[in-house]
């Protein structure tokens, strides 16, 4: 079984500073990780994923995520917010070893970066 | 690459009458899936086709609800007869198998 817990709904930062979006997982075989995110009246878009090698991945527009499989977690970070980063984030979990290749979104976290 | 394409992009029909959405994933893909989001429910995988076959149509509500996939470049999602509880955002992805997913646009459906 896998699942993916996305802990906050909301996400408060002001422009220029750090942000992080958290995400949790559960699988019973290796983690294939992704992260989405979705402007308004749009469709979810890719931006990065994490199948194995180095924990911390790179992604479109700055963001990284950094896996950390002891803590079960890919936090989606940037180090320093824009306004234009503001929408809705989603992380999603496929069990590798589990024979399906449907993976399990999580119920998304609303960033909004203040001005 | 033209990317997911969705048609059509907004469809307000009235309760009772049959819908017709409709998908174009991109070229070389070969997993399609439907979704639909709404506000109280988030984003719920509908149906799932791999070569063109359903392999897991488990999220697809009840039997108004079909979809087709007749070749690997053409997808259709349909709802008969429509409800107003079918109002949503139904959107359609596609990926190489169990590879990241490209989304389409969406269409958004009012049933009045």
């Known amino acids: 079984a896998q699942s993916v817990a996305q802990p906050e709904d909301q996400v408060n930062v002001a422009e220029g500073n750090p942000l992080t979006v958290k995400c949790t997982y559960s699988v019973s075989g290796n983690p294939y990780l992704f992260w989405y995110v979705q402007y308004p009246n749009r469709g979810l878009q890719f931006l990065l994923k994490?199948?194995?090698?180095?924990?911390l991945v790179k992604g479109s527009y700055g963001f990284e995520a950094e896996f950390n499989k002891s803590q079960t977690s890919f936090h989606l970070k940037k180090p320093s917010a824009l306004v234009s980063d503001s929408a809705l984030y989603f992380c999603a979990v496929r069990d590798m070893g589990g024979g399906s290749y449907i993976p399990t979104f999580g119920r998304g976290t609303s960033l909004i970066v203040h001005p | 690459d033209a990317g997911v394409i969705q048609s059509p992009r907004h469809e307000v029909t009235e309760m009772g009458q049959e819908v017709t959405l409709r998908c174009k994933p991109i070229s070389g893909h070969n997993s399609l899936f439907w979704y639909r989001q709404t506000m109280m429910r988030g984003l719920e995988l509908l149906i799932y086709?791999?070569?063109?076959?359903?392999?897991?149509d488990s999220g697809m509500p009840e039997d108004r609800f079909s979809a087709k996939m007749p070749n690997a470049s053409f997808s259709t999602l349909k709802i008969q007869p429509s409800e107003p509880r079918d109002s949503a955002v139904y959107f359609c992805?596609?990926?190489?198998?169990?590879?990241?997913?490209?989304f389409g646009p969406g269409t958004r459906l009012t049933v009045l």
């Open positions: 994490y199948i194995t090698g180095d924990n």
């Open positions: 992805a596609s990926s190489l198998t169990g590879g990241e997913q490209f």
């Open positions: 086709f791999n070569n063109n076959v359903p392999i897991d």
